[in-house]
Nanobody, 123 residues
């Protein structure tokens, strides 16, 4: 059973930085992982993905500002968020899939979700 525990959210000024962490269990080192965001009144969407081999992919709105990384020894996924904007506000979740393509599919069926961590960028 996959378990996901996100942390590191908070309140930040525009231009500020936060680093999110997701501690996980029962995920293979070869599986892809990703960070997802649910903005107020919107559906949850992926923002950053990392393959088992370490390749990364970002949505255009965060490219150049966010960095996803993974520590397989510590079983932790990270999201470094810099130059933050009010539109980055939302609840951030992590999750996993067999490859990054699956994680980009809106209808992909996940086994579970964590509780998420709230990120608020003041406007």
């Amino acid at each position: 059973q996959v378990q996901l525990v996100e942390s590191g959210g908070g309140l930040v000024q525009p231009g500020g930085s936060l680093k999110l962490a997701c501690v996980y269990t029962t995920i293979s080192d070869t599986d892809a992982m990703g960070w997802f965001r649910q903005a107020p009144g919107k559906v949850r969407e992926w923002v950053a993905l990392i393959t088992g081999g370490g390749d990364t992919k970002y949505v255009d709105s965060v490219s150049g500002r966010f960095t996803i990384s993974r520590d397989k020894v510590a079983n932790t996924l990270y999201l470094q968020m810099n130059m933050m904007k009010p539109e980055d506000t939302g609840v951030y979740y992590c999750n996993t899939g067999p490859d990054w393509f699956a994680l980009t599919m809106p209808n992909y069926e996940y086994d579970t979700w964590g509780q998420g961590t709230q990120v608020t960028v003041l406007s």
